[in-house]
Nanobody, 129 residues
Framework: QVQLVESGGGLVQPGGSLRLSCAAS????????MGWFRQAPGQEREIVAG?????????YYGDSVKGRFTISKDNAKDTVFLEMNSLKPEDTAVYYC?????????????????????WGQGTQVTVSA
């Protein structure tokens, strides 16, 4: 019912900044939470940040990005952003936009991966000199 498309990934130097965008379409009014996840080769997927969609002001950040990344949204444009600052090589990963929960499923909170059940295709972020 909801489709997500990420964009904005690319190559950036350590210490640099990058902004990712997630364009949502479909039944966006049904979405409770939107989030960003990442997965590096050989590693498990981890939550980067989350934000409430149908309400205002609540955000969540993973420990590894706290103070460096900022999640924001524009409901009128059905878009979620991830501003990444002070990037490190260990931030290199495929970044995924996610939404949830779907109708009839449980909301576990912004910080729980179980909340999210709709995913974008991912966008590659590479931090290297």
């Amino acid at each position: 019912q909801v489709q997500l498309v990420e964009s904005g990934g690319g190559l950036v130097q350590p210490g640099g900044s990058l902004r990712l965008s997630c364009a949502a379409s479909g039944r966006t009014f049904s979405v409770v939470a939107m989030g960003w996840f990442r997965q590096a080769p050989g590693q498990e997927r981890e939550i980067v940040a989350g934000i409430t969609w149908r309400s205002s002001g609540t955000t969540y950040y993973g420990d590894s990005v706290k103070g460096r990344f900022t999640i924001s949204k524009d409901n009128a444009k059905d878009t979620v952003f991830l501003e990444m600052n002070s990037l490190k090589p260990e931030d290199t990963a495929v970044y995924y936009c996610a939404a949830g929960p779907s109708s009839g499923r449980t909301y576990y909170g912004l910080g729980s991966q179980r909340t999210y059940d709709t995913w974008g295709q991912g966008t590659q972020v590479t931090v290297s000199a």
